[in-house]
Protein backbone atom coordinates (compact mmCIF):
# COMPACT_ATOMS: atom_id res chain seq x y z
CA UNK A 1 0.00 0.00 0.00
CA UNK A 2 3.53 2.26 -0.83
CA UNK A 3 2.72 4.98 2.45
CA UNK A 4 -0.40 6.64 0.32
CA UNK A 5 -3.13 7.19 1.66
CA UNK A 6 -6.55 6.28 0.44
CA UNK A 7 -8.04 9.62 -0.66
CA UNK A 8 -4.43 9.82 -3.23
CA UNK A 9 -4.88 6.35 -4.56
CA UNK A 10 -8.66 7.39 -5.44
CA UNK A 11 -7.22 10.76 -7.15
CA UNK A 12 -4.49 9.19 -8.84
CA UNK A 13 -6.82 6.20 -10.01
CA UNK A 14 -9.10 8.79 -11.31
CA UNK A 15 -6.49 10.70 -13.13
CA UNK A 16 -5.16 7.42 -15.12
CA UNK A 17 -7.95 6.67 -17.08
CA UNK A 18 -7.92 8.08 -20.38
CA UNK A 19 -11.08 8.86 -22.35
CA UNK A 20 -9.14 6.39 -25.32
CA UNK A 21 -10.09 3.22 -22.34
CA UNK A 22 -13.71 4.45 -21.85
CA UNK A 23 -14.93 5.61 -25.18
CA UNK A 24 -17.84 3.94 -26.78
CA UNK A 25 -18.99 3.36 -30.70
CA UNK A 26 -19.94 6.76 -32.08
CA UNK A 27 -23.49 6.63 -33.83
CA UNK A 28 -23.42 9.14 -36.70
CA UNK A 29 -25.21 10.93 -39.35
CA UNK A 30 -24.74 12.42 -42.61
CA UNK A 31 -25.80 16.23 -42.26
CA UNK A 32 -27.78 15.82 -45.57
CA UNK A 33 -30.12 13.05 -43.12
CA UNK A 34 -33.83 14.29 -42.49
CA UNK A 35 -34.75 15.20 -39.10
CA UNK A 36 -37.38 11.98 -39.52
CA UNK A 37 -34.14 9.54 -40.44
CA UNK A 38 -32.32 11.04 -37.24
CA UNK A 39 -35.43 10.23 -35.16
CA UNK A 40 -35.14 6.75 -36.45
CA UNK A 41 -31.48 5.75 -36.42
CA UNK A 42 -31.67 7.08 -32.75
CA UNK A 43 -34.52 4.56 -31.38
CA UNK A 44 -32.98 1.90 -33.64
CA UNK A 45 -29.27 2.51 -31.43
CA UNK A 46 -30.33 3.28 -28.43
CA UNK A 47 -28.64 6.36 -27.92
CA UNK A 48 -29.02 10.11 -26.73
CA UNK A 49 -26.85 11.57 -29.42
CA UNK A 50 -25.98 11.51 -32.72
CA UNK A 51 -23.02 12.77 -34.33
CA UNK A 52 -23.44 14.44 -37.67
CA UNK A 53 -20.57 14.41 -40.73
CA UNK A 54 -20.03 15.76 -43.59
CA UNK A 55 -19.24 13.31 -47.38
CA UNK A 56 -15.58 13.63 -46.11
CA UNK A 57 -16.87 12.04 -42.45
CA UNK A 58 -15.46 14.82 -40.64
CA UNK A 59 -17.71 15.80 -37.90
CA UNK A 60 -19.94 18.83 -37.98
CA UNK A 61 -23.07 18.73 -35.79
CA UNK A 62 -23.99 17.37 -33.07
CA UNK A 63 -28.21 16.54 -32.39
CA UNK A 64 -29.39 15.67 -29.28
CA UNK A 65 -33.06 14.22 -27.93
CA UNK A 66 -34.13 17.34 -27.13
CA UNK A 67 -33.23 19.25 -30.33
CA UNK A 68 -34.99 16.46 -32.46
CA UNK A 69 -38.44 16.75 -29.42
CA UNK A 70 -38.34 20.24 -30.38
CA UNK A 71 -38.17 20.29 -34.08
CA UNK A 72 -41.11 17.58 -34.09
CA UNK A 73 -43.38 19.83 -31.88
CA UNK A 74 -42.38 22.57 -33.91
CA UNK A 75 -44.84 20.83 -36.82
CA UNK A 76 -41.93 20.95 -39.03
CA UNK A 77 -41.81 18.88 -42.21
CA UNK A 78 -39.44 16.07 -40.79
CA UNK A 79 -38.89 14.27 -43.61
CA UNK A 80 -37.92 16.88 -45.36
CA UNK A 81 -35.40 18.79 -43.30
CA UNK A 82 -31.66 18.22 -43.19
CA UNK A 83 -30.50 17.70 -39.44
CA UNK A 84 -27.73 20.27 -40.23
CA UNK A 85 -30.33 22.91 -40.20
CA UNK A 86 -31.27 21.30 -36.15
CA UNK A 87 -28.00 20.23 -35.32
CA UNK A 88 -25.62 22.37 -32.93
CA UNK A 89 -22.61 22.86 -35.06
CA UNK A 90 -18.92 23.31 -35.55
CA UNK A 91 -17.17 25.52 -34.49
CA UNK A 92 -19.35 25.17 -31.11
CA UNK A 93 -18.92 22.08 -30.08
CA UNK A 94 -17.43 20.90 -27.07
CA UNK A 95 -14.76 17.77 -27.97
CA UNK A 96 -13.18 15.21 -26.20
CA UNK A 97 -9.18 13.71 -27.23
CA UNK A 98 -7.85 9.62 -26.94
CA UNK A 99 -5.69 10.98 -24.79
CA UNK A 100 -7.26 13.64 -22.80
CA UNK A 101 -8.12 12.02 -19.18
CA UNK A 102 -11.56 10.82 -18.54
CA UNK A 103 -11.76 13.38 -15.58
CA UNK A 104 -11.27 16.42 -17.90
CA UNK A 105 -14.20 14.86 -20.23
CA UNK A 106 -16.72 14.41 -17.33
CA UNK A 107 -15.66 18.01 -16.15
CA UNK A 108 -16.60 19.13 -19.63
CA UNK A 109 -19.98 17.54 -19.32
CA UNK A 110 -20.98 18.91 -16.09
CA UNK A 111 -19.44 22.58 -16.74
CA UNK A 112 -21.52 22.35 -20.57
CA UNK A 113 -24.86 20.87 -19.61
CA UNK A 114 -24.30 18.04 -22.14
CA UNK A 115 -24.80 14.58 -21.94
CA UNK A 116 -21.93 13.28 -24.27
CA UNK A 117 -19.02 14.47 -26.12
CA UNK A 118 -17.31 12.72 -29.65
CA UNK A 119 -14.23 11.85 -29.13
CA UNK A 120 -11.74 13.16 -32.20
CA UNK A 121 -8.62 13.15 -33.80
CA UNK A 122 -8.09 16.22 -35.82
CA UNK A 123 -6.92 15.36 -39.31
CA UNK A 124 -3.24 16.48 -39.47
CA UNK A 125 -3.44 18.38 -43.18
CA UNK A 126 -6.15 20.60 -41.69
CA UNK A 127 -5.45 20.80 -38.32
CA UNK A 128 -6.12 25.53 -38.91
CA UNK A 129 -9.23 24.48 -40.33
CA UNK A 130 -10.45 22.63 -37.41
CA UNK A 131 -11.26 19.03 -39.37
CA UNK A 132 -11.77 16.18 -37.32
CA UNK A 133 -12.66 12.96 -37.48
CA UNK A 134 -14.75 10.91 -34.98
CA UNK A 135 -12.87 7.85 -33.00
CA UNK A 136 -15.80 7.36 -30.40
CA UNK A 137 -17.84 8.75 -27.97
CA UNK A 138 -17.96 9.83 -24.05
CA UNK A 139 -21.40 10.00 -22.46
CA UNK A 140 -22.90 9.94 -18.69
CA UNK A 141 -22.70 5.95 -18.86
CA UNK A 142 -19.19 6.24 -19.61
CA UNK A 143 -18.48 7.95 -16.48
CA UNK A 144 -20.58 5.70 -14.38
CA UNK A 145 -18.47 2.99 -15.72
CA UNK A 146 -15.37 4.33 -14.85
CA UNK A 147 -17.13 5.22 -12.05
CA UNK A 148 -18.64 1.73 -10.68
CA UNK A 149 -14.64 0.20 -11.63
CA UNK A 150 -13.30 2.62 -9.23
CA UNK A 151 -15.34 1.19 -6.55
CA UNK A 152 -15.02 -2.05 -6.92
CA UNK A 153 -11.06 -1.35 -7.25
CA UNK A 154 -8.60 -2.61 -4.65
CA UNK A 155 -6.75 0.29 -3.95
P1 LIG B 1 -30.69 17.09 -24.47
O1 LIG B 1 -30.82 18.29 -25.37
O2 LIG B 1 -31.43 15.91 -24.99
O3 LIG B 1 -30.95 17.40 -23.03
P2 LIG B 1 -27.86 17.55 -24.20
O4 LIG B 1 -28.01 18.12 -22.82
O5 LIG B 1 -26.68 16.69 -24.46
O6 LIG B 1 -29.12 16.68 -24.56
O7 LIG B 1 -27.86 18.74 -25.24
C1 LIG B 1 -28.19 20.06 -24.93
C2 LIG B 1 -27.85 20.96 -26.12
O8 LIG B 1 -26.44 20.98 -26.29
C3 LIG B 1 -28.43 20.49 -27.46
O9 LIG B 1 -28.88 21.59 -28.20
C4 LIG B 1 -27.26 19.79 -28.15
O10 LIG B 1 -27.29 19.95 -29.57
C5 LIG B 1 -26.07 20.52 -27.58
N1 LIG B 1 -24.91 19.60 -27.42
C6 LIG B 1 -24.92 18.29 -27.06
N2 LIG B 1 -23.68 17.78 -27.04
C7 LIG B 1 -22.85 18.80 -27.39
C8 LIG B 1 -21.43 18.92 -27.57
N3 LIG B 1 -20.58 17.89 -27.38
N4 LIG B 1 -20.93 20.13 -27.94
C9 LIG B 1 -21.76 21.18 -28.13
N5 LIG B 1 -23.09 21.13 -28.01
C10 LIG B 1 -23.64 19.95 -27.63
Known amino acids: FSGKTTMQA ?4 IKNKLVNDYKSVPILVKESST ?3 AICTMFLEDVGTLFVVNDHSHLVGVVSRKDLLRSAIGRQELEVIPVSVIMTRMPNLILTFPDESL ?3 ATKLIQFQIDAL ?6 ASDSAAQKYEIVGRITKTS ?3 AYV ?3 SEEL
Open 35 to 37: VYE
Open 10 to 13: IGES
Open 149 to 151: ELG
Open 103 to 105: HAA
Open 143 to 145: ITK
Open 118 to 123: PVVKPL
